[in-house]
């Protein structure tokens, strides 16, 4: 992470729409600019022959140098699909609300959305997003348009951490979809894990791909705080006093074995399973990002 970036990552900057626009270009540009170049599909870059446009098609392949030669509409047709749908969904509950060295887990996980949306966008691929609480869900409809962008980021910035996690009946269209689509899920898997298992389960198709980005803090995973500390359950309200130095072993243990817990159960539904700690740069996620599309769009 780069001196520049980490001034940048502030709640004051990342809670606006400019300040996460910024933040995700600098994080992509960042990345593009020392990855391999093959890694970058990009739009109608893989393609083998033209054919003549027909109603319906995409717009966006449009060849206008071919049309200037001959004042004929072509496509440029792939061998391949080049372009897939990527849908971002982010659990919105109270526990997102945990807070380490002035960023929460809704704030973190905002941030790799619109870095990750910015990503797709330049890949020339359909993005969307929902955020979901038992109180709101934030919608923006997957779509390939110059204003999505920044429809994405404004809806992102209003999203707040708060009731506990409901999987809504406005999302029930969601399920059982046959598209060819890439489903990123970012949460901490606190609040009613079953519920949410269940939730992403119902996501998963043959055709499609879900990564979960399980987001954790540095201090959460470790206790490495040498002191007394009263934790608050964030959905209950209810308080637990431990002494850390005494306590440390025995919860690191049963983290782990609820954390192999998570991830063997997301492997055997076949779910790209992430833990993220908050504390780590983004690029290897980016990286693993665009390894897994390349495998959807073989």
Do not use: C
């Not at 749908?85 to 659990?91: A, H, L």
């Not at 996980?109 to 890949?123: D, E, I, T, V």
């Amino acid at each position: 992470m780069t001196k520049d970036l980490q001034q940048l990552l502030k709640p004051e900057i990342l809670h606006t729409i400019d300040g996460l626009e910024l933040v995700a270009r600098i994080i992509v540009e960042g990345f593009m600019s020392g990855s391999n170049p093959s890694q970058s599909i990009g739009i109608g870059q893989e393609f083998s022959q033209y054919r003549s446009y027909e109603p319906g098609d995409d717009l966006r392949q449009l060849d206008w140098k071919m049309y200037a030669r001959s004042e004929r509409y072509f496509i440029k047709q792939s061998e391949i699909e080049t372009n897939i749908t990527v849908k971002f969904f982010i659990d919105a509950s109270h526990s997102m609300d945990h807070t380490e060295e002035g960023m929460s887990k809704l704030l973190y996980a905002k941030m790799m959305a619109a870095a990750l949306a910015y990503l797709a966008r330049k890949q020339g691929d359909t993005y969307g997003l929902y955020s979901v609480n038992e109180r709101d869900v934030h919608t923006v409809r997957p779509r390939y348009e110059q204003q999505q962008f920044m429809r994405f980021l404004h809806t992102m910035v209003k999203v707040r951490a708060e009731s506990t996690w409901k999987a809504n009946r406005q999302l029930e269209h969601l399920y059982n979809h046959h598209n060819k689509e890439m489903i990123l899920f970012f949460t901490d898997m606190y609040d009613a894990e079953e519920d949410l298992l269940e939730f992403i389960k119902r996501l998963k198709t043959p055709r499609n791909e879900v990564i979960v980005f399980h987001l954790m803090g540095r201090h959460e995973l470790l206790l490495d705080q040498s002191r007394s500390l009263t934790f608050e359950d964030l959905e209950t309200g209810e308080r637990l006093k431990i002494d850390t130095d005494s306590q440390q072993q025995a919860y690191r243990e049963r983290l782990g074995n609820w954390l192999q817990g998570v991830k063997d159960w997301m492997l055997q539904k076949q779910i790209n399973y992430q833990l993220v700690r908050m504390n780590e740069p983004l690029e290897p996620l980016l990286r693993d990002f665009l390894k897994i599309r390349k495998t959807m769009i073989r």
